[in-house]
């Protein structure tokens, strides 16, 4: 099956640093990425979907310039988390759409592994 | 109120037994229900999609009510490796596809 990864798959930075999650789609083509934020034992919080080629679109309460998202080509899209502080500690998983938005059932939304983030 | 409402458990369960939970979500016009897995620490898997005229998939039942606005999960002869978090999640109406994912229910299996 499509297989997403992400990179790096843990990082611990300190406080005041920028941190850039990579989102890869493998043997697909994604237009359309989303990017997810989980804390501990809560739901998945979508922050941004990233469509190739054009800006973000980020949810209500999510920082853009906090949150920078880059979907350059149609099989990479990254996150930096700048200045990132400890309350920025999470779980940050990404998805990719395959290419073809709603003609297919959504079970063609893949989910990379996730990254954590610690920061000190 | 939260769009998408789950019992957080956990659902203690012998191995073999039969547990179900459900789901209640808010907004009428949601298409698309799922339930997905997810395991600690990783990342969600699609264990089936939800149909209105309710689906079953070897040992995994999934129910819709439009009406009462909930969808449901019961899990048959429950397997030790089950054991995880199982979370609710609705298809937005917009044209990228966005999910919404309740906040899970953890079952857990035990010998």
């Known amino acids: 099956g499509a297989v997403v990864s992400q990179h790096p798959s843990r990082v611990i930075c300190k406080s005041g640093t920028s941190v850039k999650i990579e989102c890869r789609s493998l043997d697909f083509q994604a237009t359309t990425m989303f990017w997810y934020r989980q804390f501990p034992k809560k739901s998945l919080m979508l922050m941004a979907t990233?469509?190739?080629?054009?800006?973000?679109?980020?949810e209500q309460g999510v920082e853009k310039d906090k949150f920078l998202i880059n979907h350059a080509s149609l099989t990479l899209s990254t996150l930096t988390v700048t200045s990132a502080h400890p309350e920025d500690s999470s779980f940050y998983i990404c998805?990719?759409?395959?290419?073809?938005?709603?003609?297919?059932?959504?079970?063609?939304?893949?989910f990379g592994p996730g990254t954590r983030l610690t920061v000190l | 109120r939260k769009e998408v409402e789950q019992d957080p458990g956990p659902f203690n369960v012998p191995e073999g037994a039969t547990v179900a939970f459900n789901c209640t979500y808010s907004n009428s016009a949601s298409q698309s229900f799922f339930w997905y897995r997810q395991d600690c620490r990783k990342e969600p898997k699609l264990l089936m999609s939800?149909?209105?005229s309710g689906n079953e998939d070897g040992r995994f039942t999934a129910q819709l009510n439009r009406a009462s606005q909930y969808i449901s999960l019961l899990i048959r002869d429950s397997k030790l490796s089950d054991s995880a978090t199982y979370l609710c999640?609705?298809?937005?109406?917009?044209?990228?596809?966005?999910?919404?994912f309740g906040a899970g229910t953890q079952v857990v299996v035990t010998p």
């Open positions: 998805s990719a759409r395959d290419f073809t938005p709603r003609r297919v059932s959504t079970d063609t939304q893949y």
């Open positions: 999640v609705l298809e937005g109406t917009d044209s990228w596809g966005k999910l919404q």
């Open positions: 990233s469509n190739e080629g054009s800006k973000a679109t980020y």
């Open positions: 939800v149909y209105s």
